[in-house]
């Protein structure tokens, strides 16, 4: 069989029919899930940042000095989300997606508590080692919702193949990510806002119980959706 041929004998297979489709409780690995008509769903809560004017970064710096600066950015953002329980699923230069599972509002707590530290890291703590170089700019994105979990690419070949996560929530928290900007390096959609937990809506200030988000919206796909805006932070 030539490759031309195998290729649509595969592709063939992959479209015709339906998926053995499984409940997930936990953000999977790629040995997780099978190659073939096989997939996962699961909610989740999708986190995306992106580092704005990283092409710039080329013409401005050496290539050495852009490394530096995108490791440095990508360590910090992993860090964090790690440490609030995220999974990390997609490196792609200036950008990094991690998922949490999102059965509970503490799951989605944890995910935007996660974005308001990040914040705070790279815009205050560490602004001025960054600074030696370049002030960043960068904003976070996050949507929740179902998606379903498909593992894509060449079998047999750990470094040609990888998990892709298909829902709507993926791809409007991207959306979102790549408006937001500083100040506001935080934006959630509205589904996001309307299941947090309290602790994750209000703030104190000037003795004052306050809300510490407001309104914003965004256009995608033909349409306007309504997000939550922040520029509070949160320490660690």
């Not at 000037?206 to 510490?212: A, F, I, L, T």
Request: charged letters at 25%; proline letters at 3%; glycine letters at 8%.
């Amino acid at each position: 069989m030539s490759l031309t041929d195998d290729i649509k004998a595969t592709v063939t297979d992959y479209l015709e029919g339906d998926y053995d489709v499984v409940d997930a409780k936990v953000i999977p690995s790629p040995e997780d899930v099978p190659f073939g008509k096989i997939a996962k769903k699961m909610n989740v809560c999708v986190f995306s940042i992106d580092l704005r004017h990283s092409t710039n970064l080329l013409f401005l710096h050496d290539k050495q000095t852009a490394g530096k600066i995108h490791k440095s950015f990508l360590y910090v953002v992993s860090s964090i989300v790690k440490h609030f329980g995220a999974e990390i699923r997609s490196f792609n230069g200036d950008n990094l997606i991690a998922f949490w599972p999102a059965f509970h509002k503490s799951d989605l707590g944890s995910c935007v508590r996660a974005a308001m530290t990040v914040k705070w890291l790279l815009d205050m703590e560490l602004s001025p080692l960054f600074e030696t170089y370049e002030k960043l700019d960068f904003g976070i994105g996050v949507d929740w919702g179902e998606v379903f979990i498909v593992r894509a690419g060449i079998p047999r070949n750990a470094n040609n193949n990888d998990l892709v996560y298909v829902g709507k929530c993926v791809n409007l928290a991207v959306a979102i990510g790549e408006q937001a900007r500083g100040q506001d390096h935080v934006e959630i959609s509205r589904s996001t806002y309307d299941n947090l937990e309290d602790d994750f809506i209000y703030g104190t200030q000037n003795g004052q119980k306050v809300d510490m988000w407001r309104s914003g919206n965004m256009e995608w796909q033909g349409k306007k959706h309504e997000t939550k805006v922040t520029s509070w932070y949160w320490r660690i």
